[in-house]
């Protein structure tokens, strides 16, 4: 009987000499972690949140607070993406804008001349006003039927 007990005595010693590498390695483990996680807080810029599928969030901040929220989480890196697009084509159509100048609504012009009047009642040359109120510029030439009419000495007659 004495040997049955001592033969349970070392099965047990045994198993609790097992169960003591066991934890002491789980503790060692635990350890570890714990330093990586104080070395991951201490050198974040700002803070971290982790959530499991019911999605409460614990935020935690280089001093070690916890809060617990809960809330739920959107992806919005296509609506982020739409938004900085549409921003850049809005200051690109403000550019193009700003570089428009549109002529339009009736112009008084003379039948004669083909001076234009202004706002103020000023009679311009046709170049001025158009220039003034638009980005056009312009270069001279001689049509055909002006060239034959000024200068006819250039031109032999067609019969």
Not at 16 to 27: A, F, G, N, P, Y
Not at 61 to 79: L, T, Y
Not at 110 to 133: A, F, L, M, P, V
């Amino acid at each position: 009987m004495v040997k049955k007990r001592t033969a349970k005595l070392r099965e047990a010693n045994t198993q609790l000499e097992l169960d003591i590498v066991e934890r002491k390695e789980i503790e060692k483990a635990l350890r570890t972690s714990e330093e990586k996680y104080r070395l991951l807080i201490k050198n974040l810029p700002s803070i971290i949140y982790k959530g499991d599928g019911d999605w409460p969030v614990e935020f935690i901040d280089k001093k070690g607070k916890i809060e617990f929220i809960s809330g739920v989480i959107f992806d919005i890196s296509e609506r982020k993406q739409a938004a900085h697009e549409r921003e850049k084509l809005i200051l690109e159509l403000q550019k193009a804008i700003r570089h428009v100048k549109q002529l339009n609504g009736l112009l008084p012009i003379c039948s004669s001349c083909k001076r234009i009047r202004d706002d103020q009642g000023y009679w311009n040359k046709i170049e001025t006003y158009i220039r003034e109120h638009s980005d056009a510029e312009f270069t001279h030439g001689i049509c055909p039927e002006c060239e034959k009419r000024l200068y006819p000495e250039f031109y032999e007659d067609d019969v």
